[in-house]
């Protein structure tokens, strides 16, 4: 996640993103945090990015899940993962 860094003079650190595509119909529990609060940036740091999760569906729907959900999902459905930045430290120059 390019730039999901909160900016400082020390930036935080970028999130990643995940997909997961499913190969049979089951039942998916996510249980993630930083999807309603973002990262806090420290001693004049900007804060991180929010994580952000959907289950993207075999019609191309993509459906957001917050941070905490179970939901069915079918063959060929991706759960989609984007962790959220780290806060910056420290004023910008």
């Known amino acids: 996640r390019e730039n999901s860094g909160g900016s400082g003079q020390y930036r935080g650190g970028d999130g990643i993103i995940r997909e997961i595509e499913y190969r049979r119909p089951m039942?998916?529990?996510?249980?993630?945090?930083?999807?309603?609060?973002?990262?806090?940036?420290?001693?004049?740091?900007?804060?991180?990015?929010?994580?952000?999760?959907?289950?993207?569906?075999?019609?191309?729907?993509?459906?957001?899940?917050?941070?905490?959900n179970t939901v069915d999902v079918q063959p060929g459905e991706i759960l989609q993962i984007l962790t959220p930045g780290g806060g910056g430290w420290g004023y910008t120059s």
């Open 27 to 68: 039942t998916v529990s996510i249980l993630s945090e930083r999807r309603v609060y973002a990262p806090k940036g420290i001693m004049g740091g900007k804060d991180g990015a929010r994580g952000q999760n959907f289950l993207i569906r075999k019609d191309g729907r993509r459906v957001y899940l917050g941070g905490k």
